[in-house]
């Protein structure tokens, strides 16, 4: 839809329908987690949530240099980078376990012990983290133009971007260890 958008308003207004679908996906993945791969939740966590972190690096590092040139517009480019959702769907889609096979207990909001300070500082922690990445993301484009440096836009956003790697990575080969136990909090990766 944002590929087909015409004009800034109509374009925002779909940035903001894509923005409702990540806050719907992003919670669910854990519940999806628990009832997929109920033995294996740490190692799967930490699977999709390096899957967040490399989304966006791709697109940033290849858009500008390699795909704008090649489809010869944004709308192109946007259009190009949704070819690989729906193929992430599709596969989903047909590969996903039944759901009526699972014994896992879903998480939801009644299982979050709401009244833990735990569970307000994590969340203070994941609003921070999460507002100096998208605002990083939003602000370094405007600032490179304004400093007549468009040319680095795509390599600092990859790095920008490339940074949190080291980080899914340790994530990944610790997380059996680092995983919650049934009844514990379980919270989603952000």
């Known amino acids: 839809m944002r590929a087909g958008s015409r004009g800034v308003g109509v374009l925002y207004a779909t940035?903001?329908?894509?923005g409702v679908g990540l806050a719907i996906a992003q919670p669910a993945l854990p519940t999806l987690v628990r009832q997929w791969m109920p033995s294996r939740t740490g190692l799967a966590t930490a699977a999709y949530s390096s899957g967040m972190v490399v989304g966006p690096i791709a697109p940033v590092s290849l858009?500008?240099?390699?795909?704008?040139?090649l489809v010869g517009g944004w709308p192109g480019v946007l259009a190009a980078w949704s070819l690989p959702?729906?193929?992430?769907?599709?596969?989903i889609f047909f590969v996903a376990p039944n759901r009526?096979?699972?014994?896992?207990?879903s998480v939801g909001p009644s299982s979050i012990k709401w009244n833990s300070s735990l569970?307000?500082?994590?969340?203070?922690i994941f609003a921070g983290t999460n507002s100096v990445y998208f605002g990083g993301n939003a602000?370094?484009?405007?600032?490179?133009?304004?400093?007549?440096?468009?040319d680095l836009i795509s390599p600092v956003l990859a790095a920008f971007n490339l940074g949190q790697l080291p980080a899914t990575f340790l994530l990944g080969m610790a997380a059996q260890r680092l995983e919650r136990k049934s009844g514990h909090l379980y919270l989603p990766a952000s």
């Open 100 to 105: 009526s096979h699972h014994q896992a207990r």
């Open 63 to 69: 858009s500008l240099p390699f795909l704008l040139p």
């Open 139 to 150: 602000f370094l484009p405007g600032y490179l133009t304004g400093a007549v440096r468009p």
């Open 119 to 124: 569970v307000w500082r994590l969340g203070f």
């Open 15 to 18: 940035t903001m329908l894509m």
């Open 85 to 91: 959702v729906l193929l992430i769907a599709a596969v």
